[in-house]
């Protein structure tokens, strides 16, 4: 199972931005999650999407971003909407598979002031 993760980018506070993960490897749906982690923090889970559809976030995070698949299957994105200096971290996808968790390289996004 190979993830990529990308569409970070640099946008003022108030903007949006849409971040994607690209899940190739495997036929079947995974449970997807996608992290952040802020300079001099620890990884924290920002949102997941289930096999079935269900959806969880963050309390940070809620009401301003969305988590989403395509009709594919194979690409699972984070809709970001009304970003604040403090959504500045890189994100990651994580999907699992028979337990064994499998990560995409990172994507900064960066929140200006």
């Known amino acids: 199972v190979q993830l990529q993760a990308y569409g970070g980018g640099t946008v003022q506070a108030g903007g949006s931005l849409r971040l994607s993960c690209a899940v190739s490897?495997?036929?079947?749906?995974?449970?997807t999650d996608w992290y952040r982690q802020a300079p001099g923090k620890q990884r924290e889970s920002v949102a997941r999407l289930t096999t079935s559809g269900e959806t969880t976030y963050a309390d940070s995070v809620k009401g301003r971003f969305t988590i989403s698949r395509d009709n594919t299957g194979n690409t699972v994105h984070l809709q970001m909407n009304s970003l604040k200096p403090e959504d500045t971290a890189v994100y990651y996808c994580?999907?699992?598979?028979?337990?064994?968790?499998?990560w995409g390289q990172g994507t900064l996004v960066t929140v200006s002031s």
């Open positions: 490897g495997t036929v079947f749906r995974l449970n």
């Open positions: 994580n999907a699992v598979r028979l337990g064994v968790p499998y």
